[in-house]
């Protein structure tokens, strides 16, 4: 009782504290929580701080460190975990993974782990990756404890560090870089969320700062809108960079010849940016774990047995002219999740996709003309078992079958499905009942759909069933009185 008094009546420092408690029944351990000197700290009469601090002091060294970067970001930032990993990896936080894991299933751990000590809050789930935010209580401890290693920079930091590592671009006042930042060595991420969008000056000032100031940085990512044209040749003397997000840089045309010689990079985020083809020899990125690009060609390079053998996640984003993938894709043998967004004119998937194993997550949204029909062959050679937890389909008016390769190939292992705004598509394949470790189908806005397939029961692992504006099918799956 002399505990919860001290939480101040705010049910998240008691929910958070009693994390540490509930399991220990040594009367010394609650007498040492107690009187620990954390709740000596100086504090006002709503600070909790140290209530909370006491949950930080508990967390391992290498997710202490994972936890202070989360400060980076704003309050009420809505975070999205997979961002949140790799920015952990560029900055060389996590543990090593053990044998059959991968890095990022490291990352998870640690979420999960803030997660149970209530210092995330998830807000929703996407299968291979989920968001969540923080509690402002919990933003002001990660402020607090990483002050010396973290800042945002709004005016000139005068009596900051010089050893600061993280530095934090958020203010749409923000017309020029402070000339104390000149003076530090050791950063290494620079993440630009807002700064003023009329001055082109300031977003070169970031660049030109980063590449003469920041030889190890690790992490670059240009979140806001940004006037930026180009990025200098010289961004290749930054050879230890290894997360580079260019999302906001709309106005590019065609990155740098030597880009290439990145050679560390593991993140390529470069969405948004028209460019004509893939730069030259980027083969040579041998690291390169997560690659999102806007291609305007009607074709993609083909991909080389050996290229990228790293990479995890592939998302083509807005390519307006794409008309078919490559047969090659099947070479990305790590491939864990593949994106397809606003590809309009993107009409089939490559066959070749069945030798992606690893492949867990498959995302196909606006691309209109797709038909995703994929039927098994008489010749065909034994088909690989596939391992596919997550299928997705947004906005297409050709759909007119689900890709049969692809999910009875996973049927041991496929957990979601879902589809909506698809106009056109009329009927669920009948072996679909086939589908055993499906947990949850989501069905949205498809009018023609009119009725469910034979041999629903068999789906013994079904645990959501979510139907919405399909007349028809509304009808015939209302409770008690459908047919369904």
């Known amino acids: 009782m002399e505990i919860v008094e001290k939480c101040e009546g705010v049910p998240l420092a ?119 935010k923080m509690h402002n209580l919990i933003h002001d401890l990660a402020l607090f404890v990483s002050q010396k290693e973290c800042i945002t920079v709004k005016c000139d930091p005068k009596a900051v560090d010089k050893n600061v590592r993280h530095l934090s671009f958020c203010d749409s006042k923000l017309l020029r870089v402070p000339e104390a930042l000149k003076d530090f060595k050791n950063v290494r991420t620079v993440l630009v969320q807002e700064v003023s969008e009329e001055s082109k000056r300031i977003h070169e000032s970031i660049i030109d700062l980063c590449v003469s100031n920041f030889k190890y940085l690790r992490a670059l990512r240009l979140r806001c809108y940004s006037p930026l044209t180009t ?62 690009i806007t291609i305007k060609a009607k074709h993609l390079k083909e991909i080389r047995e050996g290229c990228w053998t790293r990479l995890q996640h592939l998302g083509l984003i807005e390519c307006d002219n794409l008309e078919c993938l490559p047969e090659g894709l099947q070479y990305l043998t790590s491939l864990r999740r593949l994106d397809l967004f606003s590809c309009s004119k993107l009409v089939s998937l490559p066959r070749s996709l069945i030798f992606l194993t690893r492949l867990e997550d498959l995302r196909v949204s606006s691309c209109k003309k797709i038909n995703l029909q994929m039927e098994p062959r008489e010749f065909d050679v034994k088909r690989p078992q596939l391992s596919l937890k997550t299928f997705s389909l947004w906005d297409s008016d050709e759909l007119k079958d689900f890709p049969r390769l692809l999910l009875e190939g996973s049927s ?52 959501q069933l979510t139907i919405k504006q399909c007349p028809n099918l509304s009808i015939r799956c209302r409770p008690y009185v459908g047919a369904d």
């Open 231 to 292: 990025l200098p040749d010289s961004i290749c003397s930054l050879k230890h960079l290894r997360d580079l997000d260019l999302t906001g840089c709309r106005s590019m045309r065609k990155l740098p010849f030597s880009f290439y010689k990145l050679r560390c990079l593991q993140k390529l985020k470069i969405s948004g940016i028209p460019l004509k083809s893939l730069p030259d020899r980027m083969e040579s990125l041998i690291e390169l774990r997560h690659l999102e």
């Open 412 to 463: 041991s292992t496929l957990q979601q499905i879902q589809i909506g705004i698809c106009n056109n598509f009329e009927v669920l394949p009948t072996w679909l009942r086939n589908l055993t470790s499906l947990r949850k189908l989501e069905i949205l806005d498809c009018p023609k759909l009119s009725a469910l397939p034979e041999g629903m029961e068999q789906l013994t692992g079904l645990r």
């Open 14 to 132: 008691v929910k958070t504290l009693g994390k540490q408690l509930f399991t220990n029944t040594k009367e010394s351990d609650w007498q040492y929580i107690r009187e620990c000197e954390i709740w000596r700290l100086q504090q006002s009469k709503d600070d909790i701080l140290p209530v909370l601090k006491f949950s930080y002091d508990h967390l391992s060294s290498h997710l202490q460190q994972c936890f202070t970067l989360l400060s980076l970001y704003k309050k009420n930032e809505i975070y999205h975990s997979h961002e949140v990993i790799q920015l952990w990896m560029a900055n060389g936080l996590l543990e090593h993974p053990k044998e059959e894991q991968e890095w990022e299933d490291v990352g998870d751990r640690y979420l999960n782990e803030l997660l149970w000590r209530c210092l995330i809050q998830k807000e929703k789930d996407y299968g291979n990756y989920f968001t969540f």
